[in-house]
């Protein structure tokens, strides 16, 4: 029989080998803070692929309920309407769109916080998602994108894990530049998700939300693409989304012309596509109360089409798997095209939530398609079908989102095709060159230039460490013992911890390698407090000093990552400032008054 006596000495002495097999742990592995990042967006990734897979099941579920046909294709689902009771064409978009009316409805009368795009949190904010109207937000998406609304549904997929990223980073309190990178992950992450492409997905926000394709950038976001891409795996197989029946290619220098022409055609349809969505969203996109009536008016629409033309419900995946299948025509093709520009405008600029990315993909293959079909018609010998669309794919999303980069990547990840890599540089190459030419605006424009300002718009001589600390340290009292001195240090595994008084003041610093010693004897740590380790010799931040003066202080010989931020007045512990943070907030600052 157990001894209940002896329960308690038990316990004590697993929560004491615990805390010395951690701490030992710590002290071998040694994390900086570099490889904190990297554990972010690990963790980070595998949550955006969850959210993603959320916003997937969703989407099925809508689709189910209003169609009453469950795992079919959406495509399939509309093909069998048309054929069968063409009435219910025009009904499940009609629903749809007033269900996503009305949520929106509610969202701007109940909810007093403003939707934030996860390209402005990134892009202008500090990284803060307001996670009610934005799930709300993407809830309504669910809805339209489940009733076959002509629009993408990546935007508000990639959304609703930015909302995740953001609500996990602020539970954390993470500091604004630590918050901002985290959000950018769980975008990616929700990218390689949409769209199976763990590249591509770190590419697109690192290339067109951040601007930059610096490592510091790029590779916490391409962590976060790899976590969320295998994340994915775990639940169904993330095969290339358009999977090729043949070896595509262009040989032959002679083909390098007609990528030329293609590209620059490719960019001038791209630019005029752009023109469209724009006066689309002035002249339809009217008052808030209207919402439901223009979203049902623009489900009418696209359902009356779809009787006849079942092609153009979604985003469009379904009309480029037809494409590379030989499943149309030129002639079907080009009224496909037609269609799809004019319903996709119409679906926006009701204000619809939804992506635009599908949509240019879409629209920029079929051109491609035609472009084949008018070679053809002109002599010019070979099957140049599926190629041409891909560069004609690329080529147009260039222009319609400014990044050329991450255009070649993901038609190369979408197909596996990498033997057309060349013929797609060439078309890329092109179009980047004819949008600036043209001055033609990104699609991503207005998300990328109009949003909610934050620090890292002030200049850099005006901002204060204050700015960009982190505003809740890890902190323990003189009189603390062994057990929570250690177990702060562990779950701050990169930085000091701080003592401060019970009024609040900075008393000193204690670091790991300190505790460390204590704990390779039992009763030696049971006698040690916090006051007996804490080193009052580490410099410390003033609130009102600047980055440069602070980067001064950092890169004296064995200074800490990290350091206690106060009020130089009456040395009231503030927050704790990190090195890497503030080479972060330094870059950006200086990559956006370059910019201007």
Known sequence: MTDKKNQPAEKTRL????????LSLREKIKLGDKQVIFIWAVVVGALGALMALVFEMGVE??????????SYRQIQVFQEMASQDPAWCIFVPAAGGLLAGLTLLFTHRFVPAKATEY?????????????????LRSLSAVFSVGSGASIGREGPLVQAAAVAGSAL??????????????????????????????????????????????IDFLAPLLVASCAGYFTMGLFHEPAPIYQLQQEVSLAGNQHVLWCVLLGALASLVASFWLLILKKSRRYLNGKRQWLPVRLTAAGVLVGAIAIFYPEIVG????????????????????????LKIFT?????????????????LTIGSVCGFLFSAALTQLGVPGDHAIAYSLVGMAAFF???????????????????????????????????????????????????????????????????????????????????????????LIKNPAQPIFVTSPAGKYLGSVVAEDVAAFARNKELAQAVLAMDVLRSDMPTLPADMHLPEALGIFSRPHCAESLALVNPNNNLLLGVVNKTDLYLVLSEIMRREKLQ
């Open 15 to 22: 929560s004491w080998s615990w805390l010395r097999m951690a």
């Open 61 to 70: 579920l809508v689709q189910d309920v209003l169609t009453g046909r469950t």
């Open 119 to 135: 390209m402005e949190a990134v892009a202008l904010g500090n990284g803060y998602v307001p996670p009610k109207p934005s799930l």
């Open 169 to 214: 980073g602020r539970f954390f309190h993470l500091s604004a530049p630590r918050l901002r990178l985290v959000v950018a992950c769980a975008a990616a992450s929700g990218m390689s998700s949409a769209f199976h492409t763990p590249l591509a997905g770190g590419l697109f926000v690192s290339e067109i939300v951040l601007g930059a394709l610096t």
């Open 315 to 338: 985003n469009g995946k379904n009309i480029i798997t037809s494409l590379i299948h030989y499943e149309f025509d030129a002639a079907r093709a080009a009224v496909l095209l037609f």
């Open 344 to 360: 996709v405008a119409i679906v926006f600029g009701v204000g619809t939530v939804g992506g635009a990315l599908t949509p240019s």
């Open 398 to 488: 260039t222009t319609a989102a400014n990044a050329p980069i991450t255009s070649l990547v993901l038609v190369v990840e979408f197909t596996m095709a990498g033997q057309m890599m060349f013929p797609l540089i060439i078309g890329v190459l092109v179009s980047y060159g004819m949008a600036r030419l043209t001055k033609a605006q990104s699609m991503y424009h207005d998300s990328l230039a109009f949003g909610p300002r934050s620090t890292f718009d002030k200049p850099l001589a005006q901002v204060q460490l204050q700015d960009v600390a982190r505003k809740d340290p890890p902190v323990v009292h003189p009189l603390d013992k062994f057990g929570t001195i250690a177990a702060m």
